[in-house]
């Protein structure tokens, strides 16, 4: 007895405590601002997002349909003029299934900068607002906006002084009057300058995804040498440096020394390419539709080329000139013997290094030195090695129909890799040029077209007659139609999760076979529903507002409207299941892909509840008359996100998302909320209790 007392001492404060902590309002980002005078007209505004662990803050630069950027409004005045735009440190980067696209997030500390240059002589105000949206492992908050003020004195006076303004956390809006204003230590501009320096740091997930590419453009330097332009160059090149027999040491570091040189020429070319193609202008890449339809046309001239409709040459008297100075001999000549190299093969290597240049083109300047880094190491391997080991030479295999095999094969992944830059100029501009089920098909049909030519039942003009196959070239076709049968699923609304990064949304495929056999089971339940069985489905009492965008998974039916759903509720005499969620919620679609499609959990929210999803980050406008003023800030609340945000913060005191609640018809609260939890059992729990306190309630 005392030992069941003293485990129950000890666990019922924990688990008050866990409850309290958990219905809370959350505010896992602090806003401080600041500014630095730079000169006598220019200021450099500073906005410091102080991150707590575990939680990201996401970029400005985030492509349509993830998460909601962090955006920046400055009222306009003209006083002052905005001189560039809103500079962010390097955000990490990470692939998100859930968004099925890769995005830009900061953890602990982001410092964002902003300049402008006063147009009068005395003290002016630089006002606006920024919205942002935060998550973490398990939650995400709806869009939250901050408003600023700064008051900027131009004229003579010390240079690189960083002036304090004020501090502001990440409530719904600006938060509640000044208890969340917190003073902000006055900071040096050397002190600001490190803040900027540690959020650039290099973090574990953006090394190892550069290690990643590093190796992928490895591989391209690899399957570029077993090309028809490069192979055979091998023992030509080594026959240069051996021709002195005098002297094998000095030809053996010319040797070297030309590797060194390939290596060099892809790296400058790399560097080039992230000079002219920085952090600024990645949003333009990812998301515009002119850079992308540009790189499908690439990738599909590309794949011509290596079918074999045309070559891909440059100038001769550019190659010529070259071969001219590589005759001069020493390091010079090993240099422009390798510049020769480059320039000959430059028909086969131009679609390989323009792949991974178009991939490297995110951003990020480190992405396109250490692309062609890794390429020119691989490239350059063969014939450093061979230049050494000439001997190696006798156990290479003979030059071949092999070769054009490899480049036809490259060719086909080209057409299937480009067609991802068309798909996202699709997705981002609404074209409907290439639905998913589409694009499934067209992968069909190309690595089907690969598996029989590897076969040698298709042939191009400049390949050989196939009259065998090798237990390797089988193995290439066995892997390529096993490919081919996994894709076929898809075009009837297959998941197909490994393919997730490059396919389209499923949202955009036109014929679901899972949608349609959950609209038959809806029709087939509603024809054999009468008066003498009420409730048995999902029903609902009138047409759904905002349902025209807004939707329920599974098939599932209920309201986007509180007021709408409550008097369904009513009117039916069933208990509420409150869905408070998000456009930009992950962890809702985790929810609803894991926990929501369980048979027993489907069955329960379609009989036994009236649904209602209350989306906290949708911005269509209300009418006026819809508006509300909180009671919690005392704004007004205009759009259907701010309005449902501001209910569950008011009512319930918590502003995380996904967050369950369960109401009688009256509106009153059955048991304890539920929010995140993949844990099926526990889910059906908590709408067992909710269903059991409703019926007691009945009674």
């Known amino acids: 007895m005392r030992i069941r007392r003293l485990l129950l001492a000890f666990i019922l404060p924990l688990a008050l405590a866990s409850n309290v902590l958990y219905a809370q309002v959350l505010e896992p980002v602090k806003w401080s601002f600041s500014h630095e005078k730079i000169s006598e007209k220019e200021f450099k505004l500073i906005f410091t997002a102080t991150i707590e662990n575990k939680w990201h803050l996401y970029s400005q630069n985030i492509q349509e349909g993830g998460p909601v950027p962090t955006s920046f409004r400055f009222d306009p005045s003209s006083d002052f003029q905005l001189v560039g735009k809103v500079e962010e440190p390097r955000p990490k980067r990470m692939y998100d299934p859930n968004f099925e696209m890769e995005v830009a997030y900061f953890d602990h500390k982001a410092v964002f900068t902003q300049k402008v240059k006063a147009l009068v002589d005395r003290p002016f105000k630089v006002k606006g607002a920024l919205e942002f949206m935060c998550c973490d492992d398990s939650r995400c908050l709806p869009p939250n906006e901050v408003e600023f003020e700064f008051t900027l004195t131009p004229g003579a006076g010390a240079a690189s002084e960083?002036?304090?303004?004020?501090?502001?956390?990440?409530?719904?809006?600006?938060?509640?009057?000044s208890s969340l204003v917190e003073p902000l230590q006055i900071k040096t501009s050397q002190t600001a300058a490190e803040e900027v320096t540690a959020t650039e740091g290099t973090d574990s997930n953006s090394t190892s995804s550069l290690w990643l590419f590093f190796w992928v453009a490895f591989l391209g330097g690899l399957l570029a040498i077993l090309t028809p332009c490069v192979f055979p160059m091998i023992p030509m090149t080594v026959s240069f440096f051996m021709h002195d027999e005098t002297n094998k040491a000095k030809a053996r570091f010319q040797a070297i020394f030309y590797g060194f040189s390939i290596i060099a020429i892809y790296t400058i070319i790399g560097t080039a390419?992230?000079?002219?193609?920085?952090?600024?202008?990645?949003?333009?890449?990812s998301t515009h539709w002119l850079p992308n339809l540009f790189?499908?046309?690439?990738?599909?001239?590309?794949?011509?080329?290596?079918?074999?409709?045309?070559?891909?040459?440059?100038?001769?008297?550019?190659?010529?000139?070259?071969?001219?100075?590589?005759?001069?001999?020493?390091?010079?000549?090993?240099f422009f013997m390798a510049f020769t190299l480059v320039l000959v093969s430059f028909s086969c290597t131009a679609p390989i290094v323009?792949?991974?240049?178009?991939?490297?083109?995110?951003?990020?300047?480190?992405?396109?030195?250490v692309g062609m880094l890794g390429f020119g190491l691989a490239f350059a391997l063969p014939f450093t090695l061979f230049a050494l080991f000439p001997g190696w030479l006798s156990n290479l295999p003979k030059s071949g129909g092999w070769l054009n095999s490899v480049k036809v094969v490259l060719g086909f992944i080209e057409v299937a890799l480009g067609l991802k830059f068309l798909s996202v100029a699709d997705q981002t501009y609404h074209w409907g040029i290439l639905d998913r089920e589409i694009y499934i098909a067209i992968w069909i049909v190309v690595f089907t077209l690969m598996g029989f030519y590897l076969l040698g039942k298709i042939r191009f003009k400049h390949d050989s007659e196939v009259t065998h196959i090798g237990v390797f070239r089988l193995t290439l076709v066995i892997i390529t139609f096993s490919f081919v049968v996994y894709l076929i699923p898809g075009m009837w609304g297959a998941p197909l999760k490994a393919l997730a990064g490059y396919l389209p949304?499923?949202?955009?495929?036109?014929?679901?076979?899972?949608q349609v056999i959950r609209d038959n089971a809806k029709l087939i339940m509603e024809s054999g529903k009468t008066a003498s069985f009420p409730g048995t489905t999902n029903e609902t009492c009138d047409k759904p507002k905002y349902s025209e965008f807004l939707h329920l998974p599974h098939g599932l039916e209920g309201y986007f409207d509180y007021e709408q759903g409550l008097a369904c509720a009513k009117k039916l005499n069933k208990p509420v299941f409150i869905d408070f969620t998000g456009h930009g919620c992950v962890n809702c679609r985790e929810m609803e892909a894991r926990v929501w499609s369980h048979p027993e959990v489907l069955k329960r929210l379609k009989n036994d509840f009236v649904i209602i999803a209350l989306y906290v980050d949708d911005k269509t406008e209300l009418p006026e008359n819809e508006w509300i003023v909180s009671s919690y800030d005392g704004k007004v609340k205009k759009t259907i996100g701010k309005k449902y945000a501001d209910f569950q913060i008011s009512r319930f005191n918590v502003n995380a998302q996904p967050y369950y609640v369960l109401l009688d018809p009256d509106g009153n609260q059955l048991v304890p909320p539920k929010a995140y939890d993949l844990n099926v059992d526990n889910f059906i729990r908590f709408l067992d209790s909710g269903l059991e306190a409703f019926r007691k309630r009945q009674q």
Not at 169 to 174: W, Y
């Open 162 to 177: 960083v002036v304090s303004t004020t501090t502001a956390t990440s409530s719904t809006d600006t938060g509640k009057g």
């Open 505 to 514: 949304p499923q949202s955009s495929h036109d014929f679901d076979l899972n």
């Open 354 to 369: 323009g792949s991974i240049l178009v991939a490297s083109a995110s951003g990020e300047i480190l992405k396109p030195i």
């Open 273 to 285: 390419v992230a000079l002219t193609l920085g952090a600024n202008f990645a949003n333009f890449l």
């Open 295 to 334: 790189f499908f046309l690439i990738f599909m001239v590309f794949a011509a080329s290596f079918f074999g409709a045309f070559e891909i040459v440059l100038p001769s008297w550019l190659v010529t000139k070259t071969d001219q100075k590589a005759d001069k001999g020493g390091l010079v000549g090993a």
